[in-house]
């Protein structure tokens, strides 16, 4: 099952691999779209219990990802440490 989803993923990607292909396939996706989605925005509270079930799951390994960069060095600066001890509180809870 796993070895057929990341075989259809990586067809996806295939036909999505230039811009004018993302652009077609992601015209019709809003901003509001993806946010309601995952988490996003300031909240680290929220941040950090959107990835309790992967951890519950036993993950050891999430990536956070803060996309773009106009924000990228705020995030490093005020988010980062703050959001991986609510991370790590998660872990030993």
């Known amino acids: 099952m796993v070895a057929a989803m990341k075989k259809a993923a990586c067809a996806i990607l295939l036909l999505l691999c230039g811009s004018p292909a993302f652009a077609g396939a992601s015209q019709f996706v809003r901003p509001e779209d993806v946010a309601s989605s995952m988490a996003c925005g300031p ?23 803060q996309v773009g960069d106009e924000g990228q060095d705020d995030f490093l600066a005020q988010a980062a440490g703050p959001l991986l001890d609510k991370l790590r509180a998660l872990d030993r809870g």
């Open 43 to 65: 909240d680290l509270d929220e941040l950090a219990e959107s990835a309790r079930a992967f951890i519950e799951a036993g993950y050891t390994d999430i990536a956070i990802v």
